[in-house]
């Protein structure tokens, strides 16, 4: 039996955001094969049954969530040339070592870019580590500062210079990548395609609402960058359709205050099963104008059988032909809107488009013969 080790510094249970999705799809793998999987994690966690050998948690001390807190902290890495949560999880290698004791792994999946300054230290207890590189940082950290004015925009590519130093350092190191398209593949000159997937859901039978749907975690900047910029600027045209727009998803409070005042805008916050809300709607926006890998939302609005309509960014990675619209100006996006909401026939086509690319491509499942040619075991 393999021992597999997966070190992750966000939560795969309960698996409500892309990131955690994607670890819990790993995890799923690695299980589907037999064999016995442990978890380093940062945050504490609890797993379903019988899914993990193990769990062992380095806890971070807490982080202040102001406003004030937040720009005292990236500030400070601007000032010691630290990239964000790189420096969050950095000087952890007595407390690594001391949770992993002797124990030994035929492989380690260390998520993310922020802890791939560990490579060395994990190779002292795993025969091959690999990197799970959940976006291109440096990519992320471009398209943020080109979406931003000043002075986010020159502290963004700041960001995005010193995070493409850490990858060009230490990407070299692992013993392979996993990416999640072929864009982030060319980025960084290699890697394995895994793509982002989500659980099997069978087809749903709702009645679709006059409403038109933007889903996610809207703490999380492209997010509720993308709520502002619909709002202001796509929604006014919108909502003379006479539609609502929902918003669903956690952390509501983000965007709250955003849309403020507006009968039309319903702002859920999270709810028992996000993907019924998503099939609910007429058609599923994804206005995000920063960000990288590839979004679960667009998964999540093809299994649900739901209408897309992206900016370039918001399905880069993706294939597009037939499965949903895109379209990076306001004006554009406007258009197209409003073209699904009227025609019943073109919002279906595109939605039986995108539910079968899930069904062939994007359910986890989907994925164990990508994880097979990539190596891994």
Known sequence: M??????????????????????????????????????????PFEAPAGVLREVMTVPLPANGRSLAARIFRNAGRLIRSVPPLVDRLAGLEPRIREALGTRRYDVAVLEHLWIAPYADLFRAYAGKVW??????????????????RPPMCWAHARFARLNREIEERWLPRFDGLLVCSGDDARRIGRGSVIPNTIPWRPRFDVEKSASIVFSGNMEYHPNSQAVRWFFEEIWPAVRKAGVRWRLVGMNAH???????????????????????????????????????????????????????????????????????????????????????????????ALAAGGRSMYEARYHNAAAWQAFDNAGLL
């Open 254 to 348: 983000a965007v709250a205050h955003v849309v403020r005042g507006d009968s039309f805008i319903e702002v859920t916050g999270m709810v028992p099963d996000a993907m019924a809300e998503i099939a609910a709607a007429r058609v599923a926006v994804v206005p995000l104008r920063a960000g990288s890998g590839t979004r679960v939302k667009i998964l999540e609005a093809w299994a649900a059988g739901t209408a897309v309509v992206s900016t370039s960014i918001g399905a880069e990675g993706l294939p597009v032909e037939g499965t949903l619209r895109v379209a990076d100006t306001a004006a554009g996006f406007v258009r197209e809107v409003l073209n699904l909401l009227g025609d019943g026939e073109a919002r279906a």
């Open 131 to 148: 990197c799970d590189l959940q976006n291109i940082e440096s990519a992320f950290f471009e398209t943020l500062a080109r979406s931003s």
């Open 2 to 43: 393999k021992q597999v080790l997966v070190v992750c510094p966000e939560a795969p249970y309960p698996a409500l955001g892309g990131g955690a999705q994607r670890i819990a799809a790993l995890i799923g793998y690695f299980r589907e094969r037999g064999c016995a999987v442990d978890v380093l994690t940062f945050v």
